[in-house]
């Protein structure tokens, strides 16, 4: 056997680390997808699961959407969430629209724009077509009201903040009494303006995506967010009102990697 030199040992171990950051990054982090569970429900009684899918910044279908989609169908929510960067070209759109022919059709779906639908060009008249297809609103600066378990839900869609026209004050035009109210707001940023704004509504919920957890980070530190992310980066918000939680999202953006950002399914019973 060939005796081990220390310069073999170090070059062996190097490469080793290498070949680990590489399968992270380019593959684990993407691919894997994490799911993570939250129940803020009020009581016992009349729970509501929702789930959140956001930033897919679809290309085409890959296995992961197929597992997302079959996942998706096990756990049978009340209410799917698909909260912007959908895709960020038209001809996407008909990829988009498979991964969303393997979800349940009878799962009540609501969707936003994000900034890379108005980066992109996106035909939105296509998109919102496509979505209602797949039993699902594009809610541009709309809301929504249904009774779902004998409890009324609002559903609030607001424009991109940095690419669209956000607009609270036309989001909530007509809005009926209800239980709970969610806000699905693609930039984290425009939370500061929906709590100056919401007066004496109560919102339950908002729900962002956008920053993908940075993306790419190191031990904390995160060198690139995307304008509109304000002062927030993933997961809870809640030290004011309105509460908010941030996805890192399902998709990439600019650069085809992740690495300290894994990609995230939001569940949550409220």
């Not at 698909?82 to 960020?88: E, K, L």
């Not at 709970?180 to 908002?206: F, W, Y």
Request: with cysteine; aromatic share 12%.
């Amino acid at each position: 056997m060939k005796k081990l030199t220390r310069r073999t040992f170090i070059k062996t171990g190097i490469l080793s680390t290498l070949g680990c950051l590489f399968l992270d990054t380019f593959w684990f982090e993407k691919y894997v997808i994490d799911w993570n569970y939250f129940d803020i429900s009020k009581s016992e009684s009349n729970k509501i699961k929702i789930i959140q899918i956001s930033d897919l910044h679809f290309n085409s279908l890959k296995y992961f959407h197929k597992s997302i989609a079959k996942k998706i169908n096990i756990l049978k929510p009340d209410l799917l969430f698909i909260t912007g960067d959908s895709v960020d070209k038209t001809e996407k759109i008909d990829s988009l629209n498979t991964f969303l022919n393997l979800i349940d059709y009878a799962i009540p779906k609501y969707a936003i724009t994000g900034n890379w639908e108005y980066w992109g060009n996106v035909d939105l008249n296509k998109l919102k077509h496509t979505f209602l297809k797949n039993n699902c609103d594009l809610l541009i600066n709309q809301n929504k009201t249904l009774t779902i378990k004998n409890r009324r839900i609002s559903i609030i869609g607001i424009d991109d903040f940095i690419g669209g026209n956000a607009d609270f004050k036309k989001a909530i035009i007509n809005k009926e009494p209800s239980d709970t109210t969610i806000v699905l707001s693609h930039c984290p940023e425009h939370r500061d303006v929906i709590a100056q704004q919401k007066g004496n509504l109560t919102i339950d919920l908002v729900l962002s995506g956008h920053t993908h957890g940075g993306q790419i980070t190191f031990l904390g530190f995160v060198p690139f967010k995307p304008p509109g992310s304000g002062n927030y980066l993933k997961g809870w918000y809640k030290d004011s009102d309105p509460k908010m939680y941030i996805s890192k999202g399902v998709g990439t953006s600019m650069l085809p990697i992740r690495f300290g950002a894994r990609a995230e399914m939001v569940v949550m019973d409220i």
